[in-house]
Nanobody, 124 residues
Framework: QVQLVESGGGLVQAGGSLRLSCAAS????????MGWFRQAPGKEREFVAA????????DYADSVKGRFTISRNNAKNTLYLEMNSLKPDDTAVYYC?????????????????WGQGTQVTVSS
C-alpha cells in the first residue's frame, strides 16, 4: 500500500505560481497512475490533472488546461503540479491520488490511495 504526502501549498496572489509536490512511499511508485484533485469549501472534490505511470500521457480539467502542468519523477517517487496564472477560483485543498496499474491512459476516477491534502489559497 502506498502512502502519499502533499506539500507546497500556501497563500499566493492572483496571477502567481505555486508548485505542489506529492511524496510517495511504501509501494512501487512507477506501478501507479497518479492524479491531482481539489476540493473547495462547500463543493465536491473535482479532478484537476492526471498522468500515466511512465509520465508520457497526461489529462487536464478544462479549468486548468494551459495553466497547470502535472509531472512525475519515478526515481524520486514524487509527483508534481506546477500551477501558474493562479486565480481565486483555484482556492481549494489539493489532493494527490494513486491508481493501481500501468495503464496507458490517465484516469479521472478509480483511484485507490489518497493523500491528506495541502491548502492552496489565492487572494484577489
Amino acid at each position: 500500500q502506498v502512502q502519499l504526502v502533499e506539500s507546497g501549498g500556501g497563500l499566493v496572489q492572483a496571477g502567481g505560481s505555486l508548485r505542489l509536490s506529492c511524496a510517495a512511499s511504501g509501494g512501487t511508485f512507477s506501478s501507479y497512475g497518479m492524479g491531482w484533485f481539489r476540493q473547495a469549501p462547500g463543493k465536491e472534490r473535482e479532478f484537476v490533472a492526471a498522468i500515466t505511470w511512465i509520465g508520457i500521457n497526461t489529462d487536464y480539467a478544462d479549468s486548468v488546461k494551459g495553466r497547470f502542468t502535472i509531472s512525475r519523477n519515478n526515481a524520486k517517487n514524487t509527483l508534481y503540479l506546477e500551477m501558474n496564472s493562479l486565480k481565486p477560483d483555484d482556492t481549494a485543498v489539493y489532493y494527490c491520488a494513486a491508481r493501481k496499474g500501468r495503464l496507458t491512459s490517465p484516469g479521472r476516477d478509480g483511484y485507490d490511495y489518497w493523500g491528506q491534502g495541502t491548502q492552496v489559497t489565492v487572494s484577489s
